[in-house]
Structures are given as structure tokens and as C-alpha cells.
């Protein structure tokens, strides 16, 4: 067997051991990939170790994982590594202690659309998994608006676990600045490694820790930035558009997401581009 085998075979094993540390017992694998795996390995086909997802993401469908291009096994051992170290970090031992799983991130690791929020919310640190909660919820449907799936793009947060909330019961609060700067290494990896061609930051956190910016999301979103080289687009998070659902806000952040998809080169039917307009 060849090394690019056994590098994409120890990288699988170490994707499917950091799911068991966060206490994941079973994962869903498509029919096509269980066929491909009984097949001796040759130079022209390496299983995608991305394809192997958590049971915790329903709306992630066996047909929208590509077996066609898989990630280099190379790239795919990076990104596994990297996990490896983000699932043992105890770099804040305040965060480390309260959480519950560390929330690595999740999407395609050769996506070109990244989404990348503040924290982990409760929700979240219980299913180690972003943007799983309500907010989550909706950030999928956008997604889905734009003819995406969250298996085409990878969504991932700042910090890596919630932040912590003693004497509370429920609730969530703000990274600190110290926190976001412990823990954005980890973020800037996650970056060089898929290379996105856009990133969108979710709320005035993200962009906070992303750009240092402190002027305000609502002067901010809809204006392209860089960062790393890369156009980054700040839009509000989702929960923003759970608490205040005026056509007119939905359509603010729509129309972030149209020049997201202008610049990705995707085409856009007249029908989308007159979401949330008045009629």
C-alpha cells in the first residue's frame, strides 16, 4: 500500500478517536464510501476522511459528500493534527474545566465559503458542534438559500469552548479579548488549511476578534474587508435576526450573502436576489 494510504488511514484514525474523547459511539457513513473502503487501495482513489460525520448533524446528507475529490491525505492529516491538539488544548484552564467538548468546527476542509462566529454556546458545547442551536439553525437555512449545503462550507468560532458562566445557570457571555487572542491560533490554522476564497464573520464579536474593529457591526456589515489575505464580509450573526425579524434586517443580511455569492462566481436566479424585498 502506498504512504499517501497510510498517512489518510492514521489521519481517519485520529479523526474517529477525537469523536470518541467528546463521546460520539456511532457515525454515519455513506453506502458509496462503505463500497469504496472494501475496494483494494489504488493511486487514483483515497477515501475522504471528511465524510465521516457525527450522528449529531441530521442535515448532513450521505450525497452531498464528494467522494470525487477528496482532500489531499496530506492536507487531511494537517487538519486531523490540528484537531487532535485543539480537542487536548487547556490553555485557559477556567474554559477548560467548565466545558463539556471542545468545538472544533465542521464543513468541508476544501470549502471556499468559511463562516466563522464568537463562542460556542450551550447547545453547542453539549453536541460539540457550531452553530447547532437556534441561531444555528438559521444560519443553515441561509446557507441552504444561497444553494449551499453545511457540508459545502466550514463553520467554525473563534474560541473552541464556551466560555464559561459561573454562578449561572443558563445564558451566555462575551469572549474576553485575552481569550480570543489565546485561542485564534487555532482559527488562523483552520484557515491556511482549507484556503477559503471568502470568509464571513458572524456578529460584532466575530469581526471584534477577527479585525480588532470596535466601530459597531451595523456601520461595518456589508463592507468587504481582509484578512489573511482573504475578502472577509461582516454580516450580523443569526441570533441578531431571531430577535429582531424585520423584513427590512433579513434583507441586510441577504444582500451580505448575494455579494458573497457575486464574488464566489455562483450564479444567482432572479428569485433569490428578491428575497426579502417588499412586494
Keep these: 500500500?502506498?504512504?499517501?494510504?497510510?498517512?489518510?488511514?492514521?489521519?481517519?484514525?485520529?479523526?474517529?478517536?477525537?469523536?470518541?474523547?467528546?463521546?460520539?459511539?456511532?457515525?454515519?457513513?455513506?453506502?458509496?464510501?462503505?463500497r469504496a473502503l472494501a475496494q483494494p487501495p489504488t493511486n487514483s482513489f483515497q477515501p475522504q476522511v471528511s465524510s465521516v460525520q457525527p450522528q449529531t448533524t441530521p442535515e448532513l446528507k450521505t450525497e452531498n459528500l464528494r467522494l470525487e475529490t477528496p482532500p489531499s491525505p496530506g492536507k487531511a492529516a494537517a487538519f486531523a493534527a490540528l484537531r487532535a491538539r485543539a480537542l487536548a488544548c487547556v490553555k485557559c484552564p477556567h474554559l477548560a474545566s467548565s466545558r463539556?467538548?471542545?468545538?472544533?468546527?465542521?464543513?468541508?476542509i476544501d470549502a471556499q465559503l468559511m463562516f466563522v462566529g464568537e463562542a460556542p454556546g450551550a447547545d453547542?458545547?453539549?453536541?460539540?458542534?457550531?452553530?447547532?442551536g437556534r441561531a444555528g439553525q438559521l444560519l443553515t437555512k441561509i446557507i441552504q438559500a444561497t444553494g449551499l449545503s453545511?457540508?459545502?462550507?466550514?463553520?467554525?468560532?473563534?474560541?473552541?469552548?464556551?466560555?464559561?458562566?459561573p454562578g449561572q445557570s443558563a445564558g451566555n457571555r462575551k469572549p474576553t479579548a485575552d481569550e480570543m487572542t489565546t485561542c485564534i491560533?487555532?482559527?488562523?490554522?483552520?484557515?491556511?488549511?482549507?484556503?477559503?476564497?471568502?470568509?464571513?464573520?458572524?456578529?460584532?464579536?466575530?469581526?471584534?476578534?477577527?479585525?480588532?474593529?470596535t466601530i459597531g457591526i451595523t456601520k461595518l456589515r456589508g463592507t468587504?474587508?481582509?484578512?489573511?489575505?482573504?475578502?472577509?464580509?461582516?454580516?450580523?450573526?443569526?441570533?441578531?435576526?431571531?430577535?429582531?425579524?424585520?423584513?427590512?434586517?433579513?434583507?441586510?443580511?441577504?444582500e451580505d450573502m448575494l455579494a458573497v455569492m457575486e464574488k464566489l462566481g455562483m450564479a444567482i436566479s432572479e428569485k433569490q436576489r428578491n428575497y426579502f424585498l417588499k412586494t
Design 1 to 34: 500500500m502506498s504512504s499517501a494510504y497510510h498517512q489518510l488511514l492514521d489521519a481517519t484514525i485520529q479523526h474517529l478517536e477525537g469523536l470518541k474523547t467528546q463521546g460520539v459511539r456511532h457515525v454515519d457513513v455513506s453506502p458509496e464510501t462503505l
Design 100 to 108: 463539556k467538548n471542545v468545538v472544533f468546527g465542521i464543513g468541508s
Design 124 to 132: 453547542e458545547d453539549e453536541q460539540a458542534e457550531p452553530f447547532v
Design 150 to 165: 453545511r457540508a459545502d462550507v466550514y463553520i467554525g468560532n473563534i474560541l473552541k469552548c464556551r466560555p464559561d458562566t
Design 185 to 213: 491560533p487555532y482559527l488562523h490554522e483552520q484557515i491556511d488549511l482549507i484556503g477559503p476564497k471568502v470568509i464571513v464573520a458572524l456578529g460584532a464579536t466575530a469581526v471584534e476578534g477577527l479585525l480588532g474593529k
Design 224 to 254: 468587504w474587508k481582509t484578512y489573511r489575505g482573504i475578502p472577509l464580509m461582516p454580516t450580523y450573526h443569526p441570533a441578531y435576526l431571531l430577535r429582531n425579524q424585520a423584513m427590512s434586517e433579513k434583507r441586510k443580511v441577504w
